[in-house]
């Protein structure tokens, strides 16, 4: 079956600090990928995508590069900022019989102090 | 730009209740999704619909209804509420993979939604 795996929080980092959340996913065929961020009484939002093996999605100087090898989507921000606590989401698109779902990981809470 | 609206935001209800949440849609996507999102569990899909008047049945849909009557909107009801129903209820909606392919999924802001 389809299912995403990513690291239990909560995390929390000092500002600037190095993040990293990992996710792994398990698919048949080739399933694009996403991280999606929930900010506080917010709904969901695209952070960024990959679509094909080695692909390497950035926005807000986030960064994820699709592993088809590891089967992993890990984020990455190199110095992070107080407003990037929020819940991040990992999670693969699978088409089935002309229609599209996403599957989701878990979440992890990130926390970042001044 | 209003994108994906949920209504009502919050909601208690008593166990055995019936109610109704409406999300709308202004970006004529064709695909819309209803999610629960509960501690520790992350997103799971209840029912979804590829098109006006289709619905199909997702991960967790047993206790809820839906219906697509127009294009723009996604009802999710609930006949008789219980208390595992309490949870925050997500709509979202896309394009088709023959619109366009690659494109996200575009949520609301969600409806807290209490049974007691």
């Known amino acids: 079956g389809n299912s995403v795996t990513q690291m239990e929080g909560p995390v929390t980092l000092s500002e600037e600090a190095f993040l990293t959340i990992n996710c792994t996913y398990t698919a048949t065929g080739y399933p694009s990928l996403f991280w999606y961020v929930q900010y506080p009484g917010e709904g969901l939002q695209l952070l960024l995508k990959a679509t094909k093996a080695d692909d390497k999605g950035s926005n807000k100087g986030f960064e994820a590069t699709y592993r088809k090898e590891t089967t992993s989507f890990h984020l990455e921000k190199g110095s992070v900022q107080v407003s990037d606590s929020a819940v991040y989401f990992c999670?693969?698109?699978?088409?089935?019989?002309?229609?599209?779902?996403?599957?989701f990981g878990k979440g992890t809470k990130l926390t970042v102090n001044p | 730009n209003a994108g994906v609206t949920q209504t009502p935001k919050f909601r208690v209800l008593k166990t055995g209740q019936s109610m109704t949440l409406l999300c709308a849609q202004d970006m004529n996507h064709e695909y819309m999704y209803w999610y629960r999102q509960d501690p520790g569990m992350g997103l799971r899909l209840i029912h979804y619909?590829?098109?006006?008047?289709?619905?199909a049945k997702g991960e967790v849909p047993d206790g809820y209804n839906v219906s697509r009557l127009k294009k723009q909107n996604f009802l999710l009801g609930l006949e008789s509420a219980a208390p595992s129903q309490t949870s925050v209820y997500f709509c979202a909606s896309s394009y088709s993979i023959r619109t366009s392919s690659n494109q996200p999924q575009h949520f609301g802001d969600g409806t807290r939604l209490s049974i007691l």
């Open positions: 619909s590829v098109g006006e008047g289709t619905t």
């Open positions: 999670a693969l698109r699978v088409t089935q019989g002309g229609s599209e779902k996403l599957v």
